[in-house]
């Protein structure tokens, strides 16, 4: 941990021209005493720390210092750290932040004005929108107890609705489809298990250690591995949301009719998503196939009409 943050304190200083005994006891979460000690012992090693005290005052390395760039080329940094920021978007996770500091101080001097035309023109950002703050602590305290191998329990919301007490080992934070999971051996289950994070309340994070068990959290997301049943969908979407469908389906899919409407045909499985994603596109979508789907739609219209009418 001390060489971390040796090493982290360092490219601080090489980023920035100055910075301050409590703005590096703030950061690590250590006394000034500590910060001093490490200032001396960078010293020790060849790193030329200068202090200056004053109003102004604090740590800063010459301008002519700079660390090794050798092992990564400009455009290896340049998608190493457009990766990093755009999945610190939703993390904000502060080792993350300082990995990408640390890359950031091997960026060349004649290279910085084309990282940052790089960085405003290309942007990856995997969070949802609306307020996310509720998600972020969520993510966050799962990630800490992945990190740290302890126990977590929370209350689980079944698609069926129903609840569950889970004491879960975590082992893994997947996102997919932008749907956000954890993967983690289930006590009560006896198994590695899936969860969806939005059906995840009142987390908990246990005071209990366990040993990661070996896995490949790759192997449970793979398409062959979905144990829902496929159904065959057909779909035909009027002429005034074509752009949506377009953006929404491949080209494989879809099939372009004379009358300007679009019919989409897809083997998706088998969920509860899937009239919730029809009754979005409104009087814009027919459902042509199969008939038990369109039974659905047709009754959960009925449904919305008497509540939206008062009627009995």
Not at 112 to 139: K, M
Not at 190 to 195: D, I, N, S
Request: with cysteine.
């Amino acid at each position: 941990m001390k060489i971390e943050r040796l090493l982290t304190t360092t490219v601080m200083l090489l980023n920035r021209r100055k910075v301050t005994a409590r703005e590096l006891s703030d950061t690590f979460d250590i006394s000034l005493r500590t910060v001093y000690r490490d200032i001396e012992t960078l010293n020790a090693s060849g790193i030329p720390v200068v202090s200056s005290a004053g109003y102004n005052g604090g740590f800063s390395i010459p301008d002519n210092y700079r660390l090794s760039r050798q092992l990564l080329t400009f455009e290896d940094m340049l998608a190493i750290l457009t990766t990093l920021k755009g999945v610190n978007y939703t993390l904000k996770n502060r080792d993350i932040d300082r990995v990408i500091e640390i890359i950031t101080a091997l960026i060349p001097a004649d290279k910085e004005a084309t990282y940052q035309r790089h960085t405003d023109s290309f942007l990856i950002d995997i969070s949802p929108w609306g307020d996310t703050r509720g998600q972020e602590r969520l993510i966050g305290e799962i990630q800490q107890a992945i990190t740290a191998s302890r126990l977590l329990h929370f209350d689980y919301s079944g698609a069926n609705g129903e609840t569950s007490r889970r004491f879960v080992e975590p082992h893994a934070l997947v996102q997919k489809s932008f749907i956000w999971y954890l993967l983690g051996f289930c006590r009560l289950r006896g198994a590695f298990r899936v969860f969806r994070l939005s059906r995840i309340d009142n987390p908990t994070l246990l005071d209990e250690h366990f040993l990661r068990r070996a896995i490949e959290p790759r192997q449970f997301f793979l398409p062959e591995n979905d144990s829902r049943q496929l159904v065959t969908v057909s779909l035909r979407f009027s002429e005034r949301v074509r752009v949506r469908v377009e953006e929404g389906f491949s080209s494989e899919q879809l099939c372009l009719v004379d009358d300007g409407s679009l019919i989409a045909t897809l083997s998706i499985p088998e969920d509860d998503w899937i009239p919730a994603m029809i009754l979005s596109y409104g009087d814009d979508v027919e459902v042509l196939a199969p008939q038990y789907l369109r039974d659905a739609i047709q009754e959960k219209i009925s449904s919305m009409q008497k509540k939206y009418t008062n009627l009995t």
